[in-house]
Structures are given as structure tokens and as C-alpha cells.
T-cell receptor
Framework: AAGVIQSPRHLIKEKRETATLKCYPI?????VYWYQQGPGQDPQFLIS???????DKGSIPDRFSAQQFSDYHSELNMSSLELGDSALYFC??????????????FGEGSRLTVL | SQQGEEDPQALSIQEGENATMNCSYK?????LQWYRQNSGRGLVHLIL?????REKHSGRLRVTLDTSKKSSSLLITASRAADTASYFC??????????????FGSGTRLLVRP
């Protein structure tokens, strides 16, 4: 079965550079979530989209922006990168039609290292 | 943590033993879920328990929920080395647009020694 696809899997950037992460949800899933997980930390909710509209915003820095496109894929743009942005970034997808299960399906993550 | 605490933070047991992990949360919930994460990998859904349920089983997993204490526990019976991973609880929050978000607890790192 198709899973959530994230790219790139690994990314190395210098401070103050820009990075873009991409997420392709499971087909027919209309909700996308972004989470950030620092080393040894729990996943922190950043932002979510439902039907291409921003649904909710968590602890996402102003330097970060995201959107969901017409084909439901999503991109997370990070600018003026700081050392503290080094983390695993997870994308997850679901569908409100799956509310009975409430389950989120996670990608394998994009590991960002800022030097 | 955005949600609450899990204890223990780390647990080391021998293969064949049972592992119990606990999770506390702060607000009222619709559902509570448990996820597993192998090191550096994505999170995988294990089991969901609804707020009106007290106990649920799935294979070697047993989850309990005490809404009066705002706590849940995950029991893995007859553990295997392959169960070595981090385990997170998560609660879902409904959003205005009929979607929802998950907020994770701080996780328990389980090591099962062969």
C-alpha cells in the first residue's frame, strides 16, 4: 500500500540558508500535518492543512511557512536557518473520513542538519 | 512536552518480560493513541482507545485509560528484542474545520535485551 512520501530524506544546510521539504500524502488523504522532532524529544506539532487550507498552527517559527497544493502534496519552507532547526521533520496524513480510527500515517521523515 | 509526561522515560527489560509504560495528559480527550518509533524512523500507529473505553487489547498490547486521572498505560506482554523502540502516547484535538491534530507525550525508550 502507498505510504506518505517525504523528500529529501537527508538535508545539510548552512546557517541562514533556506530549505524546502516536500510531503506526498497517501492517495485520497486530504489532511497533512508537519511535526518537528529534535534529538531525544517528542514530536512537536508545527502546522496542519485540510483540503488545501491551513487548519491549525502550533509552535512553528515565523521563519517557516508551509502550504498544501491542489494535488494535496505539501511543502515546508524554512528560511534563515538556525542551528536549533536541526531535527527530524515528519509529515503525516489522514482523512476526516477516517475519524473512526483517528490514526495518522507518518512518513519516514526528513533529517535536517544545520551547520 | 506539549501534552504531558510519560514514565518511565527509559525502560530496560529482558526478553520475555512484560513492559509497562504510562502516559498522563492535561486536557479532556476524544481518543488516546499509542505510537511506536524505531530510532530515526517514522511513527507507527499501534492502538487507539476512545474516551468511553477503559481497556483495549491488540495482540500482545494492552492499553488502559483512566479519564478521571487523565492517564493511560501501555502493556507489552512477552516482550521481544524487536520491541526495542520509543513509545509515545498522543491525544487528538478536534479542529474547527472537522479535522483534528495529535499532540504527543514525551515518550518512553524501551530496550529489550535478548
Amino acid at each position: 500500500a502507498a505510504g506518505v512520501i517525504q523528500s529529501p530524506r537527508h538535508l545539510i544546510k548552512e546557517k541562514r540558508e533556506t530549505a524546502t521539504l516536500k510531503c506526498y500524502p497517501i492517495p485520497r488523504h486530504d489532511t497533512v500535518y508537519w511535526y518537528q522532532q529534535g534529538p531525544g524529544q517528542d514530536p512537536q506539532f508545527l502546522i496542519s492543512f485540510y483540503e488545501k487550507m491551513q487548519s491549525d498552527k502550533g509552535s512553528i517559527p515565523d521563519r517557516f511557512s508551509a502550504q498544501q497544493f491542489s494535488d494535496y502534496h505539501s511543502e515546508l519552507n524554512m528560511s534563515s536557518l538556525e542551528l536549533g532547526d536541526s531535527a527530524l521533520y515528519f509529515c503525516a496524513s489522514s482523512s476526516p473520513g477516517l475519524a473512526a480510527t483517528g490514526e495518522l500515517f507518518f512518513g519516514e521523515g526528513s533529517r535536517l542538519t544545520v551547520l | 512536552s506539549q501534552q504531558g509526561e510519560e514514565d518511565p522515560q527509559a525502560l530496560s527489560i529482558q526478553e520475555g518480560e512484560n513492559a509497562t509504560m504510562n502516559c498522563s495528559y492535561k486536557t479532556s480527550i476524544n481518543n488516546l493513541q499509542w505510537y511506536r518509533q524505531n530510532s530515526g524512523r517514522g511513527l507507527v500507529h499501534l492502538i487507539l482507545i476512545r474516551s468511553n473505553e477503559r481497556e483495549k487489547h491488540s495482540g500482545r498490547l494492552r492499553v488502559t485509560l483512566d479519564t478521571s486521572k487523565k492517564s493511560s498505560s501501555l502493556l507489552i506482554t512477552a516482550s521481544r528484542a524487536a520491541d526495542t523502540a520509543s513509545y509515545f502516547c498522543a491525544t487528538d484535538f478536534p479542529l474547527m474545520d472537522s479535522s483534528y491534530k495529535l499532540i504527543f507525550g514525551s515518550g518512553t525508550r524501551l530496550l529489550v535485551r535478548p
